[in-house]
């Protein structure tokens, strides 16, 4: 099911992913008394970016560092890399590197910056692996991002030893997804009857402590998690009226999230000096 949807389905082509972004988006800056139209979308994926960039510690310099200064940032699963462009233009990265585990992908997301590839090849990269065998050498990054792609990750422990491993002494990592809000026996059944995609196996039904703790056991420091499902279910669910109606199995994420079995966490943590 995922290599379906994220390579000859195309996900990123459908009309509710406006401008390529792959993620529910994060709404705050939004008004949302206001109708929502595709620049509100684009936005509120940009913002999902820049926060969790932002957790990541990189901080906003819209300006062309020289490519030897700059952090070197990774992002896993990158989908048509929107969000690497966004990482290049705001924060003044010396590198970025998007890695995905689809070919498909890969080759749209070198389409889709064909021009950035050809103007800055040693600041862009796109690169397949896997999350949990990352083709990289050891502390090659200053920081690793991963935005609404662990739902995804069959072996959370795994991908964790390999951020850990590819971060460099002092660097930081920053994960943003949709987790379950503890592992409570039944959760897992709980979502596969609200949400198709929990049922198919596209998504799965990871805690969120799951990540922290195998964040801690690595040997990572200053594991933090932060609910953004207040700036996250609202407008994704308003978003989704455009196309499905009230009581439709879409607008059950907002659902599952009042009933407190799904929320949006941004999860963070650094590796020592």
Avoid at 4 to 9: D, K, L, N, R
Avoid at 37 to 54: F, K
Wanted: net charge negative; proline share 7%; aromatic share 10%.
């Amino acid at each position: 099911m995922v290599q379906e949807v994220y390579g000859p389905a195309d996900l990123s082509g459908k009309p509710i992913f406006a401008g390529g972004f792959i993620n529910f988006g994060y709404w705050r800056a939004l008004d949302l008394s206001l109708p929502l139209g595709e620049a509100e979308r684009v936005r509120s994926q940009e913002d999902l970016y820049r926060h969790v960039l932002g957790a990541a510690g990189l901080r906003r310099e819209p300006t062309e560092p020289p490519e030897s200064t700059g952090p070197k940032v990774l992002e896993v699963g990158c989908g048509l890399g929107m969000g690497c462009a966004v990482t290049l233009r705001e924060y003044g990265s010396a590198a970025v590197t998007g890695m995905d585990i689809h070919p498909q992908q890969l080759r749209r997301a070198r389409d889709a910056h064909a021009d950035l590839l050809r103007d800055v090849p040693r600041r862009l990269r796109f690169v397949q692996g896997a999350a949990e065998r990352m083709p990289f050498e050891d502390g090659e990054f200053d920081a690793v991002i991963s935005v609404e792609a662990a739902q995804h990750f069959p072996d959370l422990e795994a991908f964790v030893a390999e951020t850990s491993r590819v971060l460099r002494p002092g660097g930081r990592m920053a994960v943003a997804t949709f987790f379950t809000v503890d592992d409570a026996p039944g959760r897992p059944e709980e979502l596969a009857r609200l949400l198709d995609t929990f049922a198919n196996g596209l998504d799965i039904a990871w805690p969120v402590n799951v990540l922290a703790d195998a964040l801690t056991a690595a040997g990572l420091t200053d594991v933090r998690v932060e609910s953004i499902g207040p700036h996250v279910w609202q407008g994704w669910d308003l978003w989704l009226g455009r196309w499905w109606a009230p009581e439709t199995w879409p607008r059950n994420f907002l659902r599952a999230y009042e009933e407190g079995v799904l929320d949006y966490y941004v999860v963070t943590a650094g590796r020592p000096e």
